[in-house]
């Protein structure tokens, strides 16, 4: 049977995670709730957090804090986070947006979370509580990396660097049903530019492996070069690395291999799809 508690603090919700295997958060509900609705998830108590912190966005300055109960839909209504408005408007429909947190979607599984690829383009650090204690911070990647292994506590925010010039990052999402179709994959990139020169690149993919990744080869072929055509050729051959999709309803591994390359040399030319 499932009980629902609400928690007024982050610190009581992080305690009773800790204590309680059965105890889910119950953010958004676009996961939790499917697994009830479906009968995948009948014990234990689901854990409501009331408190503002978790709502709350500050991003007035240059470092951007996000709480993790923070909506698609508050994300696109905040002017100072117009440059992530295109990973969250490629979350499900309004009312989906209006539900689904930032939080939920680091847990989201393939072709899911295509707000977490934006994020792990920027570097992101995600804050967890474990028991009654205070917060840490952790590298999105490396959340990313065990999420599936072991329970990381209760994330309670999502901090990041305010890009210096919001042209320099970019997002796409593919799909074949527009405009709320599912992931055949995403790509999210921040490239800051030096004396015109790529200086720090950031490229995150989706759907193209179990969690979304780094594509740590383009990045790695990008560093200092002048973002021209001999420059997007060798990100392209450098593309793959590391991959490892799925095939699933939406694509085959093949399709979303032999598509790849493609639209990422589009997005680096700053091409339509």
């Not at 939920?104 to 393939?110: D, I, S, V, W």
Request: hydrophobic residues 45%; glycine residues 12%.
């Amino acid at each position: 049977m499932l009980a629902v508690r609400s928690c007024a603090t982050l610190a009581e919700a992080a305690g009773l995670l800790s204590g309680d295997r059965q105890a889910v958060l119950l953010g958004g509900g676009t996961l939790v709730m499917r697994d009830v609705n479906e009968g995948r998830l009948t014990e234990g108590t689901l854990l409501r957090v009331t408190d503002p912190a978790f709502r709350r966005i500050e991003a007035g300055g240059a470092r951007i804090e996000i709480g993790a109960g923070v909506t698609m839909g508050q994300i696109l209504a905040s002017r100072e986070l117009a440059f992530l408005h295109a990973p969250a408007r490629a979350i499900g429909g309004p009312a989906v947006r209006n539900m689904a947190s930032v939080g939920g979607n680091l847990f989201a599984p393939a072709p899911y979370g295509d707000f977490t690829v934006a994020l792990l383009a920027l570097d992101a650090q995600v804050v967890v509580q474990a028991g009654f204690g205070s917060g840490r911070a952790t590298p999105l990647e490396e959340l990313l990396a065990s999420r599936d292994r072991a329970s990381p506590g209760l994330v309670t925010a999502i901090q990041f660097s305010r890009p210096a010039n919001p042209g320099d990052f970019h997002f796409r999402k593919i799909s074949r049903v527009k405009p709320k179709g599912l992931s055949l994959l995403s790509i999210a990139a921040h490239l800051p530019l030096a004396g015109g020169r790529v200086s720090q690149a950031r490229v995150a993919y989706g759907a193209m492996a179990p969690t979304p990744i780094r594509a740590r080869g383009v990045e790695r072929t990008l560093e200092g070069k002048a973002l021209d055509a001999a420059a997007i050729a060798a990100a392209q051959q450098a593309a793959l690395e590391g991959c490892r999709p799925a095939t699933d309803a939406i694509a085959s591994e093949w399709y979303r291999r032999e598509v790849l390359p493609v639209h990422l040399g589009r997005l680096l030319a700053g091409q339509p799809r």
